[in-house]
């Protein structure tokens, strides 16, 4: 959202107001471009890096003003979520040893943040493009970070849809709910790379963005689970789409496109055409004090700020968004990508953006006026493609089928390392990062591949939510290490992290995977359930789906021999529950099975069944 200090548009005259100064930005970046007014002879690259905040448990945590007020550093700053913070670089000239400087400045921030965060309860900085151990119930109102542009952005999209908004994502797994914020869009943490490029190449260089988005982010991807789910590579491509989808079904208004999107079309003959599409497909939003005419700034001679064009833009999340600035009062546009994840490492993000950079810098000329080489479909399928199968996808690359893994390894990572030689960077530099996207490439082992082996693995010696904890505990360690992901090990163990389980609630590490049957259920149902699914324990619910029973292998042993066709739920259920609430310390839930001698316990919260603690969840706790 930038340093606008912004408020919704609740009137007609703001409205007015805003779109007569968006037309006039527009209108004063067309004089611009035709005077040529745009920063010539240099090139900088920048970067924004978004971090998750942990507890000691590796669960998020919401102290994120609290850390910011401890480090008093500029570089940082809030996000949507108080769970998340955001470090922004300094931006740098594209030459030389820029890539490894911005690597050190880089781990340098993180562990000053790490170390700060670990004064505060023993809170940890993670680099990662969803944090696994994230749940439904930390997306709540309460933990937006209370500053005024986040709550209006929230507001203005609820009341605009008119509804919860609804994720619906299938992978491997399959993820159906409804929410009630913008939170989570909180989820996605990126790392954010800027490129500026030179007024007379822009279209050609942003179409080009376009077309090699797919092959970067295939051998980016790192976030693969949500909510203990396995569904895209990188989910967070669907994930922040549908977060802040404003779409409903009556299309009073002009969103027939996500806010969130690859785009529509290539770019014909001017980057106008961007600003153009963002002001027809999209109502404004939020509006701001105007304090300049652009046009008669830039008559007297000065440079506008083009405040209304930066408000607009703040609201519409291209994964390639174009972006006006200044740099000691000359304007430039540069090319933000928004789609490589945070992490597996600094070393890995550098890599990755060192790869985007290359390859925006030796685009081949054989590229030029792409809008005649392919179909700008072939090049947005490719990057949702790329955003589902991650390393292992097969991209339509401008008439031929290739793999990720061949068309990086013989063709782009070529032309980017051509691309760094022109840029005079480092011939160290260009080997050391370049090498760890090739040893990503020809292993196919990318983040989003270490994440699924290493949950695979855990997951069958624990529950989902212990398996979580040590997936990230795995993570920071590895982190801290400096190692990039090719050389991290599958996670297969828990030694890393260091939990006191008895007095840890059992909202943390809960079964919430729970299978029940109605009252009416005939007990042959039952019994199947039982037997398919290797349980010893199902809940019995009635129609508005409140507990009323709980039927165990003994009871179903019990009626053996008679006619299971004609017994229901509710004829052999315990009727009589012992319960506990989602609060209780696991030590406390032991001593409740002790004492009462069973083999779970279903666990309440506001009376609604939300988990189910079984003897052998218990036995993984506390003896794994």
């Given amino acids: ?10 009137s007609l005259r703001e409205r007015k107001e805003f779109l007569y100064h968006l037309l006039n930005d527009v209108k004063a970046l067309e004089m611009m471009l035709e005077q040529d007014m745009f920063e010539k002879g240099v090139r900088r ?5 978004e971090l998750c905040l942990v507890d000691q448990n590796f669960r998020p945590s919401c102290n994120a003003l609290e850390v910011l007020d401890h480090l008093k550093d500029p570089h940082f700053t809030t996000e949507l979520a108080l769970f998340n913070l955001e470090i922004n670089l300094d931006p740098t000239e594209l030459t030389k040893d820029c890539f490894s400087k911005i690597d050190q400045e880089l781990t340098r921030l993180i562990s000053k943040g790490d170390a700060v965060a670990n004064q505060i309860d023993q809170n940890k900085i993670i680099l990662t493009g969803i944090l696994p151990t994230l749940r439904k119930r930390d997306m709540v109102f309460k933990n937006i970070t209370p500053f005024p542009r986040y709550k209006v952005l929230n507001k203005i999209l609820k009341d605009i849809r008119g509804d919860d908004f609804m994720l619906k994502i299938k992978g491997v797994d399959e993820l159906i709910l409804n929410h009630k914020s913008i939170l989570f869009e909180a989820c996605n943490t990126s790392f954010q790379v800027h490129l ?6 822009i279209v050609d260089r942003y179409n080009w963005s376009q077309a090699i988005a797919g092959p970067v ?13 396995e569904l895209w590579s990188e989910t967070r491509i669907a994930l922040f789409q549908q977060s802040v989808d404003l779409r409903n079904r009556s299309y009073l208004l002009r969103e027939q496109k996500p806010r969130v999107s690859f785009g529509s079309n290539w770019i014909k003959e001017s980057v106008i055409e961007l600003y153009q599409d963002d002001i027809v497909r999209y109502t404004p939003l939020l509006t701001t004090d105007f304090k300049e005419d652009a046009v008669a700034k830039l008559n007297r001679g000065e440079i506008p700020k083009l405040e209304a064009i930066g408000v607009h833009n703040g609201t519409i999340y291209r994964w390639n968004r174009l972006c006006y600035g200044q740099t000691n009062g000359v304007p430039h546009l540069r090319i933000e990508n928004r789609y490589i994840p945070s992490g597996p490492s600094v070393k890995d993000e550098v890599a990755n953006a060192m790869f985007w950079v290359g390859l925006m810098q030796g685009m081949p000329d054989k590229y030029k006026n792409l809008d005649n080489l392919i179909p700008f479909n072939e090049v947005k399928g490719n990057f949702v493609n790329a955003a589902r199968t991650g390393i292992n996808t097969f991209f339509n690359w401008f008439g031929k089928g290739i793999s990720a ?6 063709e782009l990572l070529p032309i980017a390392y051509q691309g760094l030689v022109k840029s005079k960077i480092d011939l160290k530099d260009i080997h050391f990062y370049l090498d760890i996207i090739e040893k990503r490439a020809e292993t196919r082992y990318t983040g989003a591949q270490w994440i699924r ?20 505990a795995h ?14 090990e599958i996670a297969k163990d828990n030694h890393v992290l260091n939990l006191d389980v008895g007095l840890t609630k059992l909202e943390k590490f809960m079964t919430t995977e729970i299978f029940v049957v109605n009252e009416n259920d005939l007990v042959e149902l039952v019994s199947k359930i039982m037997e398919w699914r290797n349980i010893h324990h199902i809940p019995v619910v009635d129609n508005k789906n409140s507990l009323t029973g709980l039927i165990t292998k003994t009871n179903i ?32 839930a032991s001593s409740i099975m002790l004492e009462h001698n069973i083999g779970c316990l279903p666990i309440l919260e506001l009376g609604d069944l939300v988990g189910i603690l079984t003897k052998n969840d218990l036995d993984k706790l506390l003896y794994t």
């Fill in 557 to 588: 042993l019990a009626i053996q021999g008679q006619d299971t066709n004609v017994i229901v739920a509710k004829d052999i259920m315990v009727k009589k529950v012992i319960t506990v609430d989602s609060e209780t310390s696991i030590e406390k």
């Fill in 453 to 472: 082996y290493s949950n695979n693995a855990l997951r069958k010696k624990m529950t989902k939510d212990i398996a979580n904890a040590t997936l990230t």
């Fill in 196 to 201: 500026q490029v030179p007024i007379d190449e």
């Fill in 217 to 229: 982010l295939s051998i980016a991807a790192n976030s693969p689970l949500l909510l203990g789910r």
């Fill in 45 to 49: 690259i920048g970067a924004e890096q």
């Fill in 475 to 488: 993570m920071y360690k590895n982190q801290k290490s400096g190692k990039p992901i090719h050389e991290w």
């Fill in 405 to 410: 893994k061949r068309l990086i390894l013989t």
């Fill in 1 to 10: 959202m930038g340093a606008h200090a912004v408020k919704a548009i609740e």
